[in-house]
């Protein structure tokens, strides 16, 4: 990230909450000579960039796919735009900068605590979000294929220190079963492990290097949640037959790009254009069975979308009512509740037939 005229007012810019360093005006923000702030308890939120996901980003493709030759795989350059959308949030505010947003660009004010909640620095809230943008990105991975019906499997992405499975799994290990019942999601291992208390025994089964292992983990505690079993390790869905997906973006957190990335993998991965040629933005979470989840912000991802020039813009269904509460031009903004009204939605405007769309 860049520094700001000011170095303690910046911009965040996550998935959910994205975050884009921004350059401040030059307005004190603390007594001269003291320690004493002058600024105010609250962020403001406001459009943040939107990126092709179909596109290229500092050089390197957003969403990056290969294959080996003998999966006989097509990879697509598909036409059209398919952007995810951000919400730029700024803290560290004195009260005339705060004003001055919220009167001169249309930004909402929230409390500081909804993007730093209480008890959590914003260091680990940059952490948690990152988190949640990993995972997004490999739901996106098990939602595509699923879609594609290409074949998947689990895989260890990293051990936790001083957890259960530190020291038995490694990174790159496949996970193929937890206490025999086969793993082909992280949803179905977590399952199994919640079941499951702190002193538990956990039979594991993984491939490593080409080899199958089984392995017997004692689970303990998790440090959070007082009664609940941890294994200790970060899952993500990793497609088989050679073929690779990789997503190439620096300081966006958060879950909202699940749905975008999972249409771009899609429309990469199949003939012809999902977009018909057209601007198509959108945002919204992404669950392991397809599900599109409400997000933050949406009015600003909204505007954002239209300021850039989308044609259409893919809203989940529980943030309709809010997506068109402000104006949105000529852009028209489809309902989602889940990937298949998504590509739907999609074929229906490339066709010029009507979108089922939100409703104020």
């Not at 292992?213 to 088989?240: F, N, R, S, W, Y």
Request: with cysteine.
């Amino acid at each position: 990230m860049k520094s700001s005229h000011n170095p303690r007012l910046r911009t965040l810019t996550w998935g959910a909450l994205p975050l884009v360093v921004l350059t401040a005006a030059a307005t004190l923000d603390h007594i001269p000579g003291t320690n004493i702030s002058l600024t105010v308890p609250y962020a403001a939120e406001g459009p943040g960039p939107t990126v092709d996901t179909l596109g290229m980003a500092d050089g390197v493709e957003v969403v990056e796919i290969s294959a080996q030759d003998e999966a006989g795989i097509t990879i697509d350059d598909p036409a059209g735009q398919l952007n995810m959308t951000t919400v730029a949030v700024r803290t560290n505010m004195t009260l005339v900068q705060a004003l001055g947003r919220w009167i001169g660009s249309g930004d909402t004010l929230v409390p500081i605590e909804a993007i730093f909640p209480k008890g959590h620095s914003e260091e680990e809230v940059q952490e948690a979000n990152q988190i949640a943008f990993s995972q997004s990105e490999s739901a996106a991975t098990l939602v595509a294929m699923d879609y594609l019906q290409l074949p998947v499997h689990v895989e260890v992405a990293g051990v936790a220190e001083d957890s259960a499975a530190a020291g038995t799994l490694e990174q790159d290990d496949i996970l193929l079963a937890l206490d025999g019942k086969k793993i082909t999601q992280p949803q179905q291992a977590q399952e199994v492990i919640q079941a499951k208390k702190p002193g538990d025994k956990l039979q594991v089964t993984v491939e490593r290097a080409g080899k199958e292992l089984h392995k017997t983990v004692t689970l303990k505690e998790h440090p959070e949640t007082k009664g609940q079993a941890l294994l200790g390790i970060l899952m993500i869905t990793v497609p088989d037959n050679g073929l690779e997906v990789n997503y190439n973006l620096e300081d966006i957190g958060g879950p909202s790009a699940g749905m975008m990335f999972t249409l771009a993998v899609i429309d990469k991965l199949s003939p012809g254009d999902l977009t018909g040629g057209h601007f198509v933005a959108g945002t919204g979470t992404i669950e392991p069975d397809g599900t599109v989840g409400a997000i933050g912000g949406i009015v600003h991802k909204v505007r954002a979308a239209k300021d850039a020039g989308a044609e259409l813009f893919l809203a989940p269904a529980d943030n309709c009512a809010e997506a068109v509460s402000r104006s949105t031009g000529d852009m028209v903004v489809a309902r989602v509740e889940d990937i298949e009204d998504a590509t739907q939605a999609l074929e229906d405007f490339a066709a010029g037939r009507p979108v089922v769309a939100c409703e104020d």
